[in-house]
């Protein structure tokens, strides 16, 4: 058995090199003034590698009313120089909103300090998601953060008499329809004010037994004298044997200023219906965000 330890460190020598798996970390996503402060922690990061440092977002302002427009920028950055990236342009030429970048990469540590230059008013950092990609020859690192809020929309109440303890997920109960009971064929949650422009998502989990189930968002301008309907959707849900997920991203009109959300059968099913775990949530970009972030790592094919 003296062949066995030369074998095994034959074995090593002909088994690639193993990259370390480096952990990018968010450890601070502050707003300062007119600046979004950003601090990565790279944890096992190869930093004998030259590097190429990228920038990338998908940016919107709505600082101001009227001023909502998505845009998307990228830039090559200089490692400790800062970087002057403009996101709009006016239709006569002229600069609407800028970011000032500046980048210190000093192992373990990754800055970013981004300062939003708006070309008349200050404003507050551009809202969206930045990403910052280190590149070698051996490795893609990227590190990201999100500047955007996530506010979840308050439903009403659902009655007592309308919730059933048979089907549910989130206990101890859920929000039952069936034909077979006088006036439980529909249910229809009350009017929510919300600012208009915003992206909403809707997301619910149903149990139906038969067919027939419609789900409908409607979205109304309402005005001290008058009320106009602006129908977001209106559909008709796939019958099914257990739990389904439904989810549904829809962009609220600017005039929009509430919105409410239904549920019926029809007239000529006989079916039942569970639905749980309904939520609608909000992007409200007039509010101070919080950071809610992803990080992954990208080895490079030979």
């Known amino acids: 058995m003296r062949w066995l330890p030369v074998a095994l460190g034959l ?14 970390r968010l450890e601070k996503l502050e707003q300062e003034d007119q600046s979004l402060v950003c601090r990565w922690y790279l944890e096992d990061f190869p930093d004998n590698d030259d590097w190429a440092i990228s920038y990338e977002a998908e940016l919107w302002n709505s600082a101001l009313p009227g001023h909502c427009s998505y845009r998307h920028v990228q830039a090559a950055l200089v490692n400790e120089e800062s970087k ?45 998601s930045r990403v910052i990609t280190l590149e070698s020859s051996r ?15 308050l439903l009403s109440p659902v009655p007592e008499e309308r919730l059933d303890s048979r089907h549910f997920l989130s206990p101890p109960n859920a929000l039952y329809l069936s034909n077979e009971t006088p006036g439980f064929n529909s249910f229809h949650f009350k009017d929510v004010i919300v600012k208009g422009g915003q992206q909403i998502t809707i997301g619910f989990n149903y ?14 301008h309402d005005t001290p004298h008058n009320w ?75």
């Open 139 to 153: 490795l893609k690192l990227h590190a990201d953060c999100l500047y955007s809020p996530i506010k979840k929309i």
């Open 11 to 24: 074995i090593s020598l002909l088994q690639p090199h193993q990259i370390p798996f480096p952990v990018v």
């Open 207 to 220: 149990r139906q037994q038969g067919s027939g189930l419609r789900a409908r968002l409607s979205q109304y």
């Open 84 to 128: 002057e990236i403009v996101v709009g342009e006016r239709e006569n030429g002229h600069k609407r909103c800028r970011e000032l970048i500046h980048i210190q990469l000093a192992p373990p540590r990754l800055d970013c300090q981004i300062t939003h230059l708006h070309n008349k008013l200050t404003a507050p950092p551009l809202f969206g």
């Open 228 to 302: 106009k309907k602006l129908e977001i959707f209106d559909k008709s849900l796939p019958a099914n044997k257990g739990w389904t997920k439904f989810e549904e991203k829809a962009r609220l009109h600017q005039e929009t200023t509430s919105i409410a959300l239904d549920f019926r059968l029809t007239k000529n099913s006989s079916s039942q219906v569970w639905i749980d775990e309904i939520e609608i949530t909000q992007q409200d970009p007039y509010l101070i965000p919080g950071p809610d972030y992803r990080q992954w790592y990208e080895p490079l094919k030979d």
